[in-house]
Nanobody, 127 residues
Framework: VQLQASGGGLVQPGGSLRLSCVVSGVSLNYYTIGWFRQAPGKEREGVSCISSSEISTYYADSVKGRFTVSRDNGKNTVYLQMNSLKPEDTAVYSC?????????????????????WGKGTLVTVSS
């Protein structure tokens, strides 16, 4: 099982980016996906989570109302739409899954259940 995040880049404050997390080696249908970020000199932060059936989602307070997580199981891809970006959103963003545990829920899986991690993508918010 492999995950690959992409879509990062340089954006001005107030701008938008959409990150993608492509999962390979297993069908995404049964697994929860979490988004994390780590800024230089800071601890990793759980940003968002979406459960396998989309019954539950989670957003950290720092991104609530600005970020939206979604999934396309047919494409084995999870997205993180990031709007109204701020300089403090600058970080390496990565995705992870709770595979092989099925039917995990958010936010529990985000904090206690992520087992497989992908490489991140850098988001820089600067004027």
């Amino acid at each position: 099982v492999q995950l690959q995040a992409s879509g990062g880049g340089l954006v001005q404050p107030g701008g938008s980016l959409r990150l993608s997390c492509v999962v390979s080696g297993v069908s995404l249908n049964y697994y929860t996906i979490g988004w994390f970020r780590q800024a230089p000199g800071k601890e990793r932060e759980g940003v968002s989570c979406i459960s396998s059936s989309e019954i539950s989602t989670y957003y950290a307070d720092s991104v609530k109302g600005r970020f939206t997580v979604s999934r396309d199981n047919g494409k084995n891809t999870v997205y993180l739409q990031m709007n109204s970006l701020k300089p403090e959103d600058t970080a390496v963003y990565s995705c992870a899954t709770d595979y092989p545990r099925e039917a995990g829920t958010c936010p529990g899986a985000l904090f206690y259940g992520m087992n497989v991690w992908g490489k991140g993508t850098l988001v820089t918010v600067s004027s």
